[in-house]
């Protein structure tokens, strides 16, 4: 299947080379896991703030607050609020779990999983690295402009978002950050197909791969496909900003000429909703691989599970409309969408009714990765099921913006890829820095984020529920929703205990990198390609380029003997 | 003569060489379809505009003049012939040093049309057209100047004619000057002349 091999080049030697500007895939997944981490720890301490000004409002922001808000008491202010509830969501979803879960493990697992030496392009990859890190460093910088980074939310729908809304340098430089990071992911979705396609190991059919390769290589395509839409909307938006055209200035396009804002919430949808697959595809690849390792069976119906996720990223390019239900449009419209985000639910109930059918009798072995696969498989059925609610119209009217909105996307896009990433990283790790994890601060760590995450987003739906809108700074100077302040001191400690959980996870990743026992070349006892060479993986990957006879969950075969798995490279047993 | 050619290719190429052209190729596809997905999103901000207006263009504004778009798409066209003509034989530069020049053309009549506009008292805050005109006009200007970029790079690059690599940088550069020509012709006959 590889058209052509790749030749082993030397070792780089300068640290230069070898850390910082790195053409190696493994090196450049280390980068972006680091990277996200870091700013998974700053999207955290925003929710932190977010959730301290919901639970106590006017209370002064504990240890940090009097040094960050001086002027008002360490209180968080009015307009602060709107610039941590749109950090911490671009924070969370462009820069600590996209890069995480496709910079780090994309990069890292394709190759090795597939039996290549390098991405197809290495070059375009370090430089989709670089690229991130521009953009990191514009996003970071806005918060340091006058009037602060920008506050238009996440989605900066104009007006708010327009010079009328945001009228500081904050929001165009988060367009510019935002633009320099889709063209970085377009890059690496480049490198990504094109390696898919053309570097497999010799016998490796498309369905012979595992499936987190083809969770990361349909996320790849809907990344090439969409954030370019992206980044059409926010280029417009940055003239609008700029130079003074009116695309989304509000006005009556025939009488004064000017623009329409809700064209930039489709834009901006068109590329949303493949988004949020892009995000959680990955992480169903990884936990659909991972419960059948532990498991100890042959993932049940992979092929069946592949096409499920295929037809999903087929089905997530037609179904933007469900979030812009109360936007006046068209009933015919609206129900249209109605239907076909309906229709996702059935793959999604294929490869969910996989994921049982493969723990279904197996042998389980309760590791960490483990337990975050099977926590992804419980938070991800919740925020699923929720999703039909608001896909709905009718009941969407009612629930739209408020926060069983949050929670629903939560328990989908932070809960479920979170912990997918955390499984990934348990998993991987050893093969990644040649050394283990402590399993059992891996455990105390799962559970406490866990109990932690569903008492946070459990709590929002009950709230939202209830009629708590999102986005308000103090929602109690409603009547009705002062009787909410208990539930929301709950979730707000939910979320410090959940934050104070990710101290194991920090602890233990730190340590075990330098200080960890060292890993054997097949700690978990599986046959995919990247365990079948030593950990850590040599910077040439394989040696020779090996074989491919089976598939990549061949495991409890009776004919087997002496051990319950093979690799990918032996002939089926 | 496909076929012929595809077993002269076959016969000409070390399955190395082949590996890799497919590995461009594939690349290329993707590349362009994500380039493609940017300009149909400003596409399909026009349509919305262009076919919610009762009448086009709004606010009483009138359609610039043909003239210069017109040598714009006469230049860009050529263009794109003579870097077909510089593809047949990659040893000859002067194709590509004509591709160049017919770019830097193409650049100088719409920095032409842009100075056309503003003396006629046509800015880019005038409304939603002039906005249109000047942001996609612009958009697809920072293309050509990246790709006038690329192609003033296989101008300099010594190993143009010699290695499989070059040969198969000067195709994919090729296909984006060509995306670029179809993407003009797509804005001309939509804004400009319909």
């Known amino acids: 299947m590889a058209f052509f091999e790749q030749e082993i080049h030397d070792a780089p030697k300068t640290f230069l080379s070898k850390y910082v500007f790195s053409f190696d895939h493994k090196v450049i997944g280390k980068q972006f896991l680091w990277y996200g981490i870091a700013f998974l720890g700053l999207g955290g301490m925003m929710a932190m703030m977010i959730r301290w000004t919901l639970a106590f409002p006017g209370e002064a922001f504990p240890i940090f607050g009097h040094f960050l808000f001086p002027a008002t008491n360490g209180v968080v202010p009015p307009d602060t609020y709107a610039m941590l509830f749109t950090l911490h969501g671009t924070i969370m979803i462009f820069y600590a779990i996209t890069p995480i879960l496709i910079g780090a493990f994309g990069n890292f697992c394709i190759p090795l999983m597939i039996g290549a030496r390098d991405m197809v392009f290495p070059t375009l990859n370090m430089l989709s690295f670089w690229l991130a890190v521009l953009s990191a460093v514009i996003l970071v910088a806005s918060l340091f402009t006058p009037l602060g980074g920008a506050a238009g939310g996440w989605v900066s729908y104009p007006t708010l978002s327009t010079l009328i809304g945001s009228p500081g340098v904050g929001q165009t430089l988060w367009c510019l950050a935002i633009f320099v990071l889709g063209v970085s992911s377009t890059m690496g979705a480049v490198n990504y197909i094109a390696t898919i396609i053309t570097l497999r190991a010799p016998g490796m059919g498309y369905f012979d791969m595992p499936l987190t390769v083809w969770g990361l290589w349909l996320t790849a395509v809907l990344n090439a496909l969409f954030l370019p839409v992206l980044g059409a909307g926010v280029l417009l938006l940055v003239f609008d900003r700029v130079f003074g055209t009116t695309f989304f200035l509000a006005g009556a396009a025939a009488t004064s000429g000017s623009g329409d804002p809700v064209l930039f919430q489709h834009v901006f949808w068109i590329f949303g909703h493949p988004e949020v697959y892009i995000l959680i595809l990955p992480a169903w690849g990884i936990v659909s691989d991972l419960l059948a390792f532990f498991a100890r069976k042959p993932a049940f119906g992979a092929k069946a599970t592949a096409l499920s996720m295929t037809t999903i990223t087929v089905l997530s390019t037609v179904v933007y409309g469900h979030h812009m239900y109360t936007t006046q449009m068209s009933p015919l419209l609206t129900q249209s969408f109605m239907m076909l985000t309906m229709t996702i639910s059935i793959p999604s109930a294929i490869f969910f009714a996989n994921w049982l059918g493969t723990l279904w009798k197996g042998s389980i072995r309760f590791q960490t990765p483990m337990l975050f696969a099977l926590g992804v498989v419980f938070v991800f059925g919740l925020g699923g099921l929720t999703g039909l609610y608001l896909a709905t119209v009718s009941t969407d009217l009612y629930l739209h913006d408020t926060y069983f909105v949050v929670g629903h996307f939560h328990y989908t896009m932070a809960a479920s890829v979170l912990l997918g990433g955390f499984a990934a990283t348990y998993f991987w790790f050893p093969k990644m820095f040649g050394r283990m994890l402590n399993e059992t601060l891996g455990k105390v760590h799962f559970w406490i984020s866990m109990l932690g995450l569903n008492g946070v987003f459990m709590g929002m739906m009950i709230v939202g529920y209830a009629g708590m809108h999102r986005r308000i700074y103090n929602p109690y100077v409603y009547e009705f929703l002062q009787k909410l302040i208990p539930i929301n001191m709950f979730i707000t400690y939910s979320a410090i205990f959940m934050g104070f959980g990710q101290l194991f996870f920090v602890y233990n990743f730190v340590y075990s990198i330098w200080k960890g026992p060292k890993a054997s070349q097949n700690p978990w006892e599986v046959g995919t390609l990247e365990w079948t060479i030593p950990s850590p993986a040599p910077h040439y990957n394989f040696d020779v380029i090996p074989v491919v006879k089976c598939g990549p969950h061949e495991m409890g075969n009776p004919n087997l003997k002496g051990r319950d798995f093979q690799y990918q490279t032996e002939e089926l047993a | ?194």
Not at chain 2, 6 to 23: C, F, R, Y
Not at chain 2, 145 to 153: K, N, R, S, T, Y
Request: glycine letters at 6%; hydrophobic letters at 60%; aromatic letters at 14%.
């Open chain 2, 1 to 194: 003569m496909a076929q012929a050619m595809a077993n002269l290719a076959t016969k000409t190429m070390s399955e190395s060489d082949q590996g890799k052209e497919i590995v461009f190729s594939v690349a290329m596809i993707v590349v362009l379809v994500s380039f493609a997905m940017l300009f149909a999103t400003l596409m399909m901000g026009f349509a919305m505009f262009r076919f919610t207006a009762p009448v086009w263009p709004p606010a009483g504004m009138v359609k610039p003049s043909l003239i210069l778009p017109g040598i714009s798409t006469l230049f860009i066209i050529l263009s794109s012939i003579a870097f077909i003509w510089f593809e047949k034989d990659t040893a000859n530069k002067k194709g590509l040093i004509l591709t160049i020049s017919l770019g830097v053309g193409f650049m100088l009549t719409q920095s032409l049309f842009w100075h056309q506009l503003k003396s006629n008292g046509i800015f880019v805050s005038s409304g939603i057209f002039p906005s249109i005109i000047y942001a996609f006009t612009w958009i697809h200007a920072a293309h050509i100047i990246v790709a006038l970029g690329l192609l003033l790079w296989l101008l300099f690059s010594p190993t143009l004619s010699t290695t499989t690599k070059s040969k198969l940088r000067a195709t994919s550069v090729g296909k984006f000057w060509h995306f670029l020509g179809i993407v003009w012709l797509i804005m001309f006959l939509t804004i400009f002349v319909l």
